[in-house]
């Protein structure tokens, strides 16, 4: 068998929110310095996340590069449709080139090898898998030769689907050895590693901490680092293929810290991990480091049942401004349908040592699980009302609430398949991926209702908590304290070279190129003019009404402009005692946002809805049911899907 010549490898990324963020694509990094370091040194770097070129542009390019190997890095569900339409028109331009696919929409394995232009599916970490496939293509003949090549999906020459065994796991010390270079060369490092100044995690969520305001500080830059990777928990709405976690050893973690503290002026980072701290062994080592360097620093993930009031101590003496921490809900039924392994009382605790110690947070909530209730929904919104009742600092505008959005390889999604809200076939699976493609959590139109109430009634929910918050800190510190919170909250304040005033709302897909990549004549490499402004769309705050030297604007003004949620913002009081007519705001914001027809047939089935209650129809309470989706998916008859093919089902299950 004729050993061919290393291939010509591109790898490229899929557009993920509308748009960039500024966390680094580890995955496609990591993957292309292990291609490197195996000596697969033609192996080039196309951010499509980052760059937002036109499609047609996409298309030049990958043609003009000609890759041996195209590896997609798809590393949300919500990225089906650009993928199978990139696939598709590169196979048509380029029938040649081997297309292989990594990131959590694999799990949808079977789809993609049937329906789109990709050939192989990375199952395992893609450092391994990836160096495996590149050296089996260069003796492969056929689909078969790649049956040794670990953590690998794809149909065989019989068309079969194949799924062959996980690679091992990489050891902790080589997770994310990265070589930061790849991005340098291409002038898109500093897009990543923002300067403090222009940096919305550090206006937005790091507070009033004297600290981040020393002048040796100035001109400090930050960066998201992760000291992790995996999770100790199995919820049932997350999909992962890491089995456990592992923790990249203190010594190597600070060894990489110190290279961008001298490359890149790092005085700020942004850790995010998704389970910080929960070696506490290693949380002990790594805080007195991390100290040392006089680092300011926030954690993205931690479980409350980590936190302790002696640790957050402990982490702010080390330079820790923020913990947030995934609580999601304040039922305790709705914790034990999600299987987050914690208690509600840990939420309630974690919160008060954050408020008490300063230490800022986000609450991060999500609603319309199978069995969210009209009970649950209250036990949440007194959770959010004790969070604005421990301190008048605390801001209300910090929660984050998103809808339960099924995604595969998730008991979530495996119970939607088993009562027909996502069809059984492939093509209905497919009309589903295509349906959430380039949507968030928070769409009203794509997620699935897993509860026994109408979508009007989830959609209000979600006001009722927002509602809550802003109503118990009015009442526990009073009107002067809250518009002092709300006029200077990042979330209404211009950023960076943004016109003072404006409105403008910036949600294209490919709405604005690498925003901070300059080089010599003002334009990023793609030619367009680069922007200073940097997004943040946890807080939306491009959605926002921007105002003018902090006043108020009129309710007139904000109803003219259609700016509803501001309105709430700004005028909590009216909304309280509305409150009782907040389905009427939900039908009006369902128009906005969804269309005529769309908030038509959410009206309609909220009507039926109330009229059966009106006749005393009963309905059926479900929470008992879902105690444990796990459970109920293995244990209910009516789950077993037989059209399923058995190569699918450890995607389906996760890991």
Same mark, same amino acid.
């Given at each position: 068998?004729?050993?061919?010549?290393?291939?010509?490898?591109?790898? !490229?990324?899929?557009?993920?929110?509308?748009?960039? #963020?500024?966390?680094?694509?580890?995955?496609?990094?990591?993957?292309?310095?292990?291609?490197?370091?195996?000596?697969?040194?033609?192996?080039?770097?196309?951010?499509?996340?980052?760059?937002?070129?036109?499609?047609?542009?996409?298309?030049?390019?990958?043609?003009?590069?000609?890759?041996?190997?195209?590896?997609?890095?798809?590393?949300?569900?919500?990225?089906?449709?650009?993928?199978?339409?990139?696939?598709? @028109?590169?196979?048509?331009?380029?029938?040649? #080139?081997?297309?292989? $696919?990594?990131?959590?929409?694999?799990?949808?394995?079977?789809?993609?090898?049937?329906?789109?232009?990709?050939?192989?599916?990375?199952?395992?970490?893609?450092?391994?898998?990836?160096?495996?496939?590149?050296?089996?293509?260069?003796?492969?003949?056929?689909?078969?030769?790649? *049956?040794?090549?670990?953590?690998?999906?794809?149909?065989?020459?019989?068309?079969?689907?194949?799924?062959?065994?996980?690679?091992?796991?990489?050891?902790?010390?080589?997770?994310? =050895?990265?070589?930061?270079?790849?991005?340098?060369?291409?002038?898109?490092?500093?897009?990543?590693? !923002?300067?403090?100044?222009?940096?919305?995690?550090?206006?937005?969520?790091?507070?009033?901490?004297?600290?981040?305001?020393?002048?040796?500080?100035?001109?400090?830059?930050?960066?998201?680092?992760?000291?992790? /990777?995996?999770?100790?928990?199995?919820?049932?709405?997350?999909?992962?293929? @890491?089995?456990?976690?592992?923790?990249?050893?203190?010594?190597?973690?600070?060894?990489?810290? @110190?290279?961008?503290?001298?490359?890149?002026?790092? &005085?700020?980072?942004?850790?995010? =991990?998704?389970?910080?701290?929960?070696?506490? /062994?290693?949380?002990?080592? +790594? $805080?007195?480091?991390?100290?040392?360097?006089?680092?300011?620093?926030?954690?993205?993930?931690?479980?409350?049942?980590?936190?302790? *009031?002696?640790?957050?101590?402990?982490?702010?003496?080390?330079?820790?401004?923020?913990?947030?921490?995934?609580?999601?809900? &304040?039922?305790?039924?709705?914790?034990?349908?999600?299987?987050?392994?914690?208690?509600?009382?840990?939420?309630?605790?974690?919160?008060?040592?954050?408020?008490?110690?300063?230490?800022?947070?986000?609450?991060?909530?999500?609603?319309?699980?199978?069995?969210?209730?009209?009970?649950?929904?209250?036990?949440?919104?007194?959770?959010?009302?004790?969070?604005?009742?421990?301190?008048?600092?605390?801001?209300? $505008?910090? +929660?984050?609430?998103?809808?339960?959005?099924? +995604?595969?390889?998730?008991?979530?999604?495996?119970?939607? %398949?088993?009562?027909?809200?996502?069809?059984?076939?492939?093509?209905?699976?497919?009309?589903?991926?295509?349906?959430?493609?380039? %949507?968030?959590?928070?769409?009203?139109?794509?997620?699935?209702?897993?509860?026994?109430?109408?979508?009007?009634?989830?959609?209000?929910?979600?006001?009722?908590?927002?509602?809550?918050? %802003?109503?118990?800190?009015?009442?526990?510190?009073?009107?002067?304290?809250?518009?002092?919170?709300?006029?200077?909250?990042?979330?209404?304040?211009? *950023?960076?070279?943004?016109?003072?005033?404006?409105?403008?709302?910036?949600?294209?897909?490919?709405?604005?190129?690498?925003?901070?990549?300059?080089?010599?004549? &003002?334009?990023?490499?793609?030619?367009?003019?680069?922007?200073?402004?940097?997004?943040?769309?946890?807080? =939306?705050?491009?959605?926002?009404?921007?105002?003018?030297?902090?006043?108020?604007?009129?309710?007139?003004?904000?109803?003219?402009?259609?700016?509803?949620?501001?309105?709430?913002?700004?005028?909590?009081?009216?909304?309280?005692?509305?409150?009782?007519?907040?389905?009427?705001?939900?039908?009006?914001?369902?128009?906005? /946002?969804?269309?005529?027809?769309?908030?038509?047939?959410?009206?309609?089935?909220? +009507?039926?809805?109330?009229?059966?209650?009106?006749?005393?129809?009963?309905?059926?309470?479900?929470?008992?049911?879902?105690?444990?989706?796990?459970?109920?998916?293995?244990?209910?008859?009516?789950?077993?899907?037989?059209?399923?093919?058995?190569?699918?089902?450890?995607?389906?299950?996760?890991?």
């Amino acid at each position: 068998m004729d050993k061919k010549k290393n291939p010509k490898i591109l790898i !490229v990324t899929t557009p993920i929110r509308p748009i960039p #963020t500024n966390f680094p694509p580890y995955g496609s990094l990591s993957v292309m310095t292990a291609l490197k370091k195996a000596g697969f040194n033609d192996t080039t770097f196309f951010n499509i996340d980052l760059l937002r070129p036109k499609y047609s542009e996409v298309i030049k390019y990958i043609k003009e590069t000609k890759p041996d190997i195209l590896g997609i890095s798809a590393v949300v569900s919500t990225a089906y449709d650009f993928t199978k339409k990139l696939s598709i @028109d590169i196979k048509r331009f380029l029938p040649g #080139t081997t297309i292989i $696919l990594g990131g959590n929409l694999g799990a949808s394995a079977e789809i993609l090898l049937k329906k789109t232009g990709v050939d192989f599916i990375c199952t395992g970490e893609g450092e391994i898998t990836s160096v495996s496939f590149a050296r089996a293509w260069m003796t492969a003949d056929c689909k078969n030769s790649y *049956s040794k090549v670990q953590g690998l999906a794809f149909l065989d020459d019989e068309k079969k689907l194949v799924n062959t065994p996980y690679p091992p796991t990489v050891p902790a010390e080589e997770v994310y =050895d990265i070589d930061w270079s790849i991005l340098d060369d291409l002038g898109q490092m500093e897009y990543f590693v !923002v300067n403090k100044e222009f940096s919305p995690h550090v206006n937005a969520e790091l507070g009033d901490d004297p600290r981040k305001y020393q002048p040796h500080r100035d001109g400090k830059t930050i960066f998201n680092v992760v000291g992790s /990777k995996g999770c100790v928990a199995r919820c049932t709405f997350c999909h992962r293929w @890491d089995k456990g976690i592992r923790y990249i050893p203190v010594p190597v973690l600070m060894e990489r810290i @110190d290279r961008l503290i001298q490359d890149y002026n790092l &005085g700020f980072v942004d850790f995010a =991990d998704e389970n910080f701290g929960s070696d506490k /062994k290693w949380l002990k080592q +790594l $805080l007195p480091e991390l100290k040392k360097r006089d680092l300011l620093w926030m954690v993205g993930g931690m479980r409350v049942n980590t936190l302790s *009031s002696e640790w957050i101590d402990q982490m702010k003496l080390a330079g820790c401004l923020l913990i947030n921490c995934g609580m999601e809900s &304040g039922s305790q039924k709705m914790l034990d349908v999600m299987e987050k392994k914690t208690k509600v009382e840990q939420n309630f605790n974690a919160v008060q040592w954050m408020v008490e110690k300063e230490v800022n947070t986000v609450i991060q909530l999500i609603i319309g699980m199978p069995g969210e209730t009209p009970e649950t929904i209250e036990d949440t919104c007194k959770f959010v009302s004790f969070f604005t009742e421990q301190s008048p600092n605390v801001n209300p $505008l910090s +929660l984050s609430i998103n809808f339960a959005q099924a +995604l595969p390889g998730t008991p979530l999604y495996e119970m939607a %398949r088993s009562k027909s809200q996502i069809g059984q076939t492939l093509e209905k699976e497919e009309e589903y991926l295509i349906k959430i493609s380039d %949507r968030d959590a928070r769409d009203g139109e794509t997620y699935i209702n897993f509860t026994d109430y109408p979508k009007l009634v989830l959609e209000k929910w979600h006001f009722d908590i927002q509602n809550r918050a %802003r109503h118990s800190y009015l009442k526990k510190w009073g009107a002067k304290n809250y518009y002092n919170i709300i006029v200077t909250a990042p979330r209404f304040q211009p *950023s960076k070279g943004e016109e003072h005033g404006s409105d403008q709302e910036d949600t294209g897909y490919y709405a604005d190129p690498a925003r901070s990549i300059k080089n010599s004549n &003002g334009k990023n490499k793609w030619g367009m003019p680069a922007s200073s402004h940097v997004s943040d769309t946890i807080h =939306d705050i491009n959605k926002s009404i921007k105002l003018i030297n902090n006043k108020v604007p009129s309710f007139w003004t904000l109803l003219k402009k259609r700016k509803f949620g501001d309105m709430a913002w700004f005028f909590p009081n009216y909304f309280w005692h509305a409150r009782h007519f907040l389905i009427l705001f939900a039908i009006i914001n369902s128009f906005r /946002k969804f269309g005529k027809k769309y908030a038509l047939k959410m009206l309609l089935e909220y +009507l039926r809805w109330k009229i059966k209650n009106i006749f005393f129809i009963s309905r059926k309470q479900s929470i008992k049911e879902y105690i444990s989706l796990r459970k109920l998916l293995r244990d209910d008859i009516t789950s077993k899907i037989l059209t399923d093919n058995p190569m699918m089902v450890k995607l389906r299950e996760g890991r």
